[in-house]
């Protein structure tokens, strides 16, 4: 793979790099220099570069023969990972760690990540298989040519017991909505994020940014992907709350909403600039072959901390202990919508709602199915006056009112346009009806609203709209009471 060229085999290497700028090795091709039976070296270094990647490097004729893994290793026989085929290296780069000045080929912090030695079965131009003995990575791989410096990666053996398999997908635990609960000592308090909750699951190389409805939303987000470098080569899924804060720094479901129905990658870019998110990160359910679900939820937090997971964009606020009745007090000042408690002993429960998360607000809102709508009057007789909403008891649509404010005109012509390709005939509402002039839609949109109270009708009193909930199904939408806490 490597030949004698004139410069021991590190032309290309040392063309790249300006050796007075940058810390790494000029180097040498270098003969034998141990024991005849002494197995070849090899390391893998994590390198930080314009995007996060493993380098892989074979002691192999004086020289390492190197590979970029842009996402680490395939951890079974069943899938293959690219394999970007670079330049020579020399062998001092088999203890090479270090920051590559920015500018400078390569540019970015380096690490060691894995080192040990090797067998090698074949080793030929187009193909490499190697039997790799280290810390972090000890199987048999082909390494083989596709087009070009692309190659391919493959694992041929079945990896060692990795514990528990990460999860393709989970639904969100929920919390219930009550009281403050007795006995605050045995729970921890964190602030409500209004946003829009989603799963991060992260590997090596790749996120996704999972919704309560089970829909990827990963593109939508574009400031987030950098998440992908603080994961480095960990497995995890992560629990948390995409926000964006308004002008007082104050998390605002309303700001968002242009930030959820784009499609094209231009209007994505020009919104991130002009609306910027924040993923907080809230909870930790599985990590590098194990589950954390039925640990309690103090011991997630504690690992989650231990993370560091802390970026530009990202952010893993603590919780309290206790006193929660005192940081109610401090969101209520502060004009938030609430707390969410939850049990320190408590496991986490995918897709279930019940007495160990338990959230108190300080304004009432409720989520609630659109199943029509009627027209405006006046300015607004051709557009949008206000949604039919309501709620699923059982398999039954119950109506629970109109809302007509909290709408701006970009807000109106927005709604208007996807209600308009729901548009049907029949009305989704089982029982009492909306009025005759209703525009009625297949009841597949969700939105949130704040209100007054429930009225002895089963409807909203002086309901507002905050925005559409596209992270959640309609037929989830239940009509939410407080509800006692658990030992009151």
Do not use: C
């Amino acid at each position: 793979m490597s030949g004698d060229d004139g410069s021991g085999g590190l032309a290309e290497y040392q063309r790249k790099r300006s050796f007075d700028k940058t810390p790494e090795p000029r180097g040498r091709r270098q003969g034998k220099r141990r024991g005849e039976d002494a197995a070849p070296r090899f390391v893998v270094q994590e390198h930080h570069a314009r995007r996060l990647h493993w380098d892989l490097r074979l002691e192999h004729d004086g020289v390492l023969a190197s590979w970029a893994l842009p996402r680490g290793f395939p951890r079974t026989p069943e899938e293959n990972r690219l394999a970007v085929h670079t330049e020579d290296h020399p062998l001092e780069y088999l203890t090479f760690d270090g920051q590559i000045p920015a500018g400078e080929y390569g540019g970015g912090s380096m690490t060691i990540w894995d080192h040990g030695t090797y067998v090698a079965e074949k080793f030929q131009d187009d193909k490499v298989v190697v039997h790799l003995h280290g810390e972090q990575v000890d199987g048999r791989f082909a390494l083989f040519r596709t087009k070009g410096d692309d190659w391919m990666i493959h694992r041929m053996d079945t990896s060692a017991d990795d514990g528990d398999p990460m999860p393709e997908s989970l639904t969100p635990m929920a919390a219930t909505l009550s009281t403050l609960p007795p006995h605050q000592d045995d729970w921890g308090f964190e602030i409500k994020w209004d946003g829009v909750r989603a799963l991060a699951f992260g590997e090596p190389g790749r996120l996704r940014l999972i919704g309560r409805n089970g829909r990827e939303f990963s593109r939508q987000y574009p400031e987030l992907r950098p998440l992908m470098n603080t994961i480095g080569a960990h497995r995890m899924v992560l629990d948390g709350e995409i926000v964006a804060f308004d002008e007082n720094g104050r998390p605002s479901f309303q700001r968002i909403q242009p930030r959820i129905h784009l499609s094209s990658e231009a209007d994505i870019r020009r919104q991130a600039q002009r609306i910027p998110v924040v993923y907080v990160v809230f909870d930790l359910l599985y990590l590098d072959g194990r589950s954390l679900l039925n640990r309690p939820y103090e011991e997630r937090r504690r690992e989650l901390a231990a993370l560091e997971l802390a970026g530009p964009a990202w952010q893993v606020p603590d919780y309290q202990r206790g006193d929660g009745d005192v940081l109610l007090d401090a969101t209520r000042k502060r004009g938030l919508e609430g707390i969410v408690a939850k049990r320190l002993a408590g496991p986490y429960r995918p897709g279930r709602r019940g007495g160990d998360w338990l959230k108190i607000k300080n304004v009432r809102q409720q989520e609630v199915v659109i199943g029509g709508w009627v027209p405006g009057q006046g300015r607004l007789t051709r557009s949008l006056g206000a949604l039919l909403v309501g709620y699923y008891d059982d398999d039954a649509l119950r109506f629970a009112g109109k809302v007509g404010t909290g709408f701006d005109d970009a807000t109106r012509a927005r709604l208007l346009h996807r209600l308009e390709e729901l548009r049907t005939d029949e009305s989704p509402f089982t029982g009492r009806q909306p009025q005759r002039d209703a525009v009625f839609v297949r009841p597949e949109l969700v939105a949130e609203v704040e209100f007054a109270e429930w009225t002895n009708a089963g409807t909203l009193r002086h309901p507002s709209f905050e925005g559409l909930r596209e992270d959640k199904p309609a037929r989830d939408v239940v009509r939410e009471e407080p509800v006692p806490p658990p030992g009151s």
